[in-house]
């Protein structure tokens, strides 16, 4: 039940958006790219206002005049210059990124411990399931919506709004200002899409930078679904289809989670559905030829009761798997396993973790069931497959990633929810200590350990250097351990660093040059997902310029860097595995205190070292717990007593003999 209502909800939430897309594509001929920075600036806006203690009814507003305001913007540009209406929308939802970040200070705002509409409305509740009663309280906000904005579409104003887009030569001849009109109601959509972003933020119980991506695409879906199955010239039967589109396009994606599709065909689903959609709706159309639009034209009538029948059966079905009793075919555990993207850092905590819950006698598909569920990189997906894992009835949910992680706290209370490979689990309200946190809820994290890299550079090269690094503010792991990096900086008072932010992959390479030409002496780099993943653009510039990289993530040794010392993320698997193991065997998590990545690795590249006429002093050598050399690597685990995590003067590292070492210099 929860999969199914969680995703009407959803529908609910998203409707906002995609009225406002039918606003701009239906009324003005161009799909409004500035909603997926809008939606993003509305949900950044309530956020903010919601932690300084503002009623969180009040945040909508606010966030619609946000929002209208970046429509504003948007039409000014495309009405005052003349460009075309989806490049000037391109064009404004890349400045809303900056604009973004600015408003939130960092990549991304817990909610879980701040009032919120849903928290208001729970208290509320007269003892139904929590979701049904979201849900019944949605539908009669959205029915309210759907009156009020059909009733102003036919009003003298609406009306001229309208004809502006359809016929804007004959509405001009009447003295009408075209443009006038057009900025309003580019305006009046992406403030709607500010209010689809506060209230979506408040029902996953948090607001991040990349939860706006690819909403132009969701949008133009529920409109497209709703004018294929809602067909009518009426504004309100139309209106009533871009809510229902919006709600049959969310069914739909947790539909095709129940029926086991992999997760990661989700995107293909889309499009396919997206397609399908349309070629229906064109079949209903005009023109058209060919025997399956001429069968549908003649039979239209007939075409319309099988698509109610259609509807009908699935919302049967729904209902049916709704209030069908769980399965009891076994007493086999059931593990929910999460995984936010398919990286590599995700992919080798979640191997650590199979191959540790196997040694632990834990044999999938035997003695136990791990249902693995990927979002993807989708941040709204993510809600959904925790409402799919909570309909699966699973004992225990692994959340991999912090977006994982903060989807599964914000939903569930009554299982235990393990995590892994997060940053810093107390910013996104998970507990406020180790041993004082959620009471469902335990997991393994860690920082870069940054101070500890640096120190390695400082003893190999002493005297003043000046260093660089790139990342992506758009993660909050990223945000974590760069404010490590500047707290570690301050104890290094010979180092001065250069940093570029970057909003992608497509940047690395000229971020990397612009540090070159900056004379860096050397490039010290954090864990940060679009860094990694774009390594091979720095390790390019590292070349051509001699310049040495030290990295914190300790499994890209192999990969061009010189340096690396940092904590192993298929560690972070094995670790969860044994806190489920515990929990399987009866200890409560609330007793279980977070742990800290386990094991270090510290690696050297002999072969970038050749080429850029590097070596390596004795305490190196012989304190490397990983060495790569003629293109083999060789590893043994450096693992660090429990006292020492979190500690930043880890002397076990190297002594001062390796100080008289300098670059250049064998």
């Not at 600036?41 to 005049?65: E, K, Q, Y």
């Not at 086991?260 to 349309?278: C, E, R, Y």
């Not at 709704?322 to 905590?349: C, F, H, Y």
Request: glycine content about 8%.
């Amino acid at each position: 039940m929860e999969l199914w209502i969680g995703s009407i909800n959803l529908g609910f939430l998203f409707a906002f958006m995609a009225i406002g897309t039918f606003i701009t594509y239906k009324l003005y001929s161009f799909p409004d790219i500035t909603i997926d920075g809008t939606f993003t600036t509305g949900a950044a806006v309530a956020s903010i206002l919601i932690v300084d203690g503002w009623n969180p009814f009040l945040v909508l507003p606010v966030a619609f005049l946000v929002g209208s305001l970046a429509g504003f913007i948007t039409g000014f540009i495309h009405t005052r210059f003349k460009i075309e209406g989806l490049l000037a929308g391109i064009l404004v939802m890349t400045g809303l990124y900056s604009v973004n970040l600015h408003i939130m200070g960092k990549s991304n705002i817990p909610l879980i411990s701040n009032r919120t509409v849903f928290s208001i409305l729970s208290n509320l509740n007269p003892g139904l399931n929590a979701e049904l009663w979201t849900a019944m309280a949605l539908a009669l906000v959205m029915i309210i919506v759907w009156v009020l904005i059909s009733l102003f579409l036919k009003t003298d104003f609406g009306l001229t709004m309208r004809t502006t887009g359809n016929n804007p030569v004959m509405i001009a001849a009447h003295g009408v200002s075209v443009d006038r009109y057009k900025i309003f109601g580019i305006s009046l959509a992406n403030g709607l899409v500010g209010v689809s972003g506060a209230l979506v933020a408040q029902y996953q119980g948090f607001a991040d930078i990349g939860m706006g991506i690819g909403s132009i695409i969701f949008s133009l879906a529920s409109v497209i679904i709703g004018e294929a199955v809602f067909r009518s010239r009426s504004m309100f039967v139309m209106v009533l289809g871009v809510v229902a589109g919006s709600v049959i396009f969310r069914i739909a994606v947790a539909l095709a989670l129940h029926i086991g599709m992999n997760p990661n065909d989700l995107k293909i689903l889309t499009a396919l559905f997206v397609l399908l959609t349309i070629i229906a709706s064109h079949a209903y159309g005009k023109g058209r030829e060919g025997p399956i639009f001429n069968l549908i034209q003649s039979n239209k009538k007939l075409s319309r009761w099988l698509l109610f029948i259609g509807l009908l059966s699935g919302a049967l079905y729904i209902l049916f798997l709704s209030v069908a009793p769980a399965k009891t075919e076994d007493e086999k555990p059931r593990i929910g396993l999460l995984l936010a993207n398919q990286s590599s850092l995700m992919t080798n905590t979640r191997n650590g973790f199979y191959d540790e819950m196997k040694k632990l006698g834990y044999r999938n598909g035997d003695n136990c069931r791990i249902i693995e569920l990927n979002a993807e990189g989708d941040i709204p997906t993510n809600r959904t497959m925790v409402d799919k894992l909570m309909t699966e009835k699973v004992d225990i949910l692994v959340s991999v990633s912090t977006a994982s992680t903060q989807a599964a706290i914000a939903k569930v209370r009554d299982i235990p929810v393990v995590f892994a490979t997060v940053a810093n689990p107390f910013t996104i309200q998970a507990g406020v200590s180790d041993s004082n946190h959620l009471p469902n809820v335990t997991g393994v994290y860690g920082m870069s350990p940054i101070r500890e890299l640096l120190k390695i550079y400082t003893r190999m090269f002493p005297g003043k250097h000046t260093i660089g690094t790139i990342y992506d503010p758009a993660y909050l792991n990223t945000k974590v351990n760069m404010t490590e990096f500047v707290t570690a900086l301050s104890f290094f008072p010979q180092l001065t660093m250069k940093e570029v932010a970057v909003a992608g992959t497509s940047e690395v390479q000229q971020a990397a040059q612009s540090l070159a030409a900056k004379k860096i002496d050397a490039f010290i780099l954090i864990n940060d997902l679009t860094i990694l993943n774009s390594l091979e653009s720095v390790v390019k510039i590292s070349r051509q310029a001699k310049i040495p990289i030290f990295s914190n993530d300790a499994e890209r040794l192999q990969d061009g860097v010189l340096l690396v010392y940092g904590y192993e993320y298929y560690v972070s698997g094995m670790q969860a595995a044994h806190l489920v193991d515990r929990i399987l065997k009866g200890e409560n998590p609330a007793d279980i205190p977070f742990e800290k990545f386990k094991l270090i690795t510290f690696g050297v590249n002999y072969d970038v070292a050749d080429q850029l006429g590097i070596r390596f002093p004795d305490t190196i050598r012989h304190v490397a717990s990983a060495t790569f050399i003629h293109g083999k690597l060789i590893k043994r685990p450096l693992v660090l007593p429990p006292e020492n995590h979190g500690n930043g003067d880890r002397e076990m590292v190297l002594s001062d003999s390796a100080s008289s070492f300098s670059k250049g210099k064998k």
